[in-house]
Structures are given as structure tokens and as C-alpha cells.
């Protein structure tokens, strides 16, 4: 498995941005497909974005679709999401998640989970 630890979050202001950022261990990194979920208080974990073990495929949920990037830099370990246009729905504890599989979006397929970070968006 690989280890995943997430940074970037924070309060910011709607229509603001913030980049997170998932920092994972181990040489295998690229040939994992990375994920991006989120929780907010009361409701159930989301799939937000995921991205192919080369770049080439990215995936959004329709509700970030055309405000949030995913990228990732494989000699960095480094996987990216790129927040713009926040909003207040936006505010919720954001995971990072690395599966085998090789294109899902599926909560179930992802093996591996950072501890989350926290994204606050004020109206």
C-alpha cells in the first residue's frame, strides 16, 4: 500500500481558491490511479476527482466539474487538486485516495486513504 498525506486546506472566502496537495510513499507511485473524495458534516464521503496512473484521464463529479483541476507530478509523488470558484457546499473534509485499478471512480476500489484535510469555505 502506499501512504498518503494531504496539505493545503483551510478557510478561504466564496469564490476564492485553494490547491491541494497528496504527498504518497513508495516507488510505485505512478501506477496507482489517484483520487480526490470529500465529506461534509452529516453526510456521506463523495468522489470529487480522479486522474489515471499517467494524467491522461481525468474524471469529476458534475458538482466541481469546470472549478476543480486534478493534476499529478509522478516524480514528485505528488498529486494535486486545483480549487476555483468556491463555494460554501464546497466546505468539507477533502481525502486523497490511491487505487490498482485503473480507471474507477468508485470509493470502494481505493485502498489506500490520507488522513484528510479540511476545506472551509465562508459565504
Known amino acids: 500500500q502506499v501512504q498518503l498525506v494531504e496539505s493545503g486546506g483551510g478557510l478561504v472566502q466564496a469564490g476564492g481558491s485553494l490547491r491541494l496537495s497528496c504527498a504518497a510513499s513508495?516507488?510505485?507511485?505512478?501506477?496507482?490511479?489517484m483520487g480526490w473524495f470529500r465529506q461534509a458534516p452529516g453526510k456521506e464521503r463523495e468522489f470529487v476527482s480522479a486522474?489515471?496512473?499517467?494524467?491522461?484521464?481525468?474524471y469529476y463529479a458534475d458538482s466541481v466539474k469546470g472549478r476543480f483541476t486534478i493534476s499529478r507530478d509522478n516524480a514528485k509523488n505528488t498529486v494535486y487538486l486545483q480549487m476555483n470558484s468556491l463555494k460554501p457546499e464546497d466546505t468539507a473534509v477533502y481525502y486523497c485516495?490511491?487505487?490498482?485499478?485503473?480507471?474507477?471512480?468508485?470509493?470502494?476500489?481505493?485502498?489506500?486513504w490520507g488522513q484528510g484535510t479540511q476545506v472551509t469555505v465562508s459565504s
Open positions: 486522474i489515471t496512473w499517467s494524467g491522461g484521464n481525468t
Open positions: 485516495a490511491a487505487t490498482i485499478v485503473k480507471v474507477t471512480t468508485l470509493e470502494r476500489d481505493f485502498g489506500s
Open positions: 513508495g516507488r510505485t507511485f505512478s501506477s496507482y490511479t
